[in-house]
């Protein structure tokens, strides 16, 4: 079975801290993503990376970074978490773009408080 | 960058088709189109894409327009399994691969 797992389901953080949220694929795409959602908006794209070391912005880039060293894993890091940051943050892969799939993992429930 | 309108909901009853629609009108000639659905506190989860022609698989039938401005989800047997919001989505071929989503069609399934 192709599995996208993310690092935790819920996590709680002080405004200020340092976040990580790490996403790891099993299926060896190229492309991963990283996704927030929130009721009434949807789902908007964060960043994305087509390759080890690769990133493109998304719509919504402000406030986060991103790390991709190896294939298979892609970490969002919030360097400071700010309240507006509350939300699911979603993870997903695919193997080649414009076709195919995208695999999404289940999620992480950030609150900052 | 192209995108996508959907209805915020809709509603059907078990065991009949339920129609999705998705309009388009300024899709670009290597975009494919995509459906994802998403049931409640889980990651979306992949329905069926197209380019062009008509397209079936085990979950749906996708129908797309001829001048491929429109496209709509067809699920043929509407189960109360089936209730979830309905994502179209429009995705590149080449490039930054930018994705487009919509707000999504609420799908609710009366028993």
């Known amino acids: 079975d192709v599995k996208v797992t993310q690092s935790s389901r819920y996590l709680v953080k002080r405004t200020g801290e340092k976040v990580f949220l790490e996403c790891v694929q099993d299926?060896?795409?190229?492309?991963m993503f990283w996704y927030r959602q929130d009721p009434g908006l949807g789902l908007r794209l964060i960043y994305f990376s087509y390759d080890v070391k690769m990133k493109e912005k998304g719509d919504i880039p402000e406030g986060y970074s991103v790390s991709r060293e190896k294939k298979e894993r892609f970490s969002l890091i919030l360097e400071s978490a700010s309240t507006n940051q509350t939300s699911m943050y979603l993870c997903a892969s695919s193997q080649s773009a414009g076709r195919g799939e995208q695999y999404f993992g289940p999620g992480t429930r950030l609150t900052v408080t | 960058d192209a995108k996508t309108t959907q209805p915020n909901s809709m509603e059907s009853n078990e065991e009949e088709p339920v129609h999705l629609p998705c309009n388009h009108s300024?899709?670009?000639?290597?975009?494919?189109i995509h459906w994802y659905r998403q049931l409640p506190s889980q990651g979306p989860e992949y329905v069926i894409h197209g380019l062009t022609s008509n397209v079936n698989n085990r979950m749906a039938s996708l129908a797309i327009a001829e001048d491929r401005k429109s496209s709509t989800l067809i699920l043929h047997r509407a189960t109360l399994r089936d209730a979830a919001v309905y994502y179209c989505i429009l995705r590149g071929i080449q490039g930054a691969q930018k994705l487009v989503f919509g707000q999504g069609t609420r799908l609710t399934i009366n028993p």
């Open positions: 299926m060896d795409h190229e492309n």
């Open positions: 300024t899709i670009s000639g290597t975009d494919y």
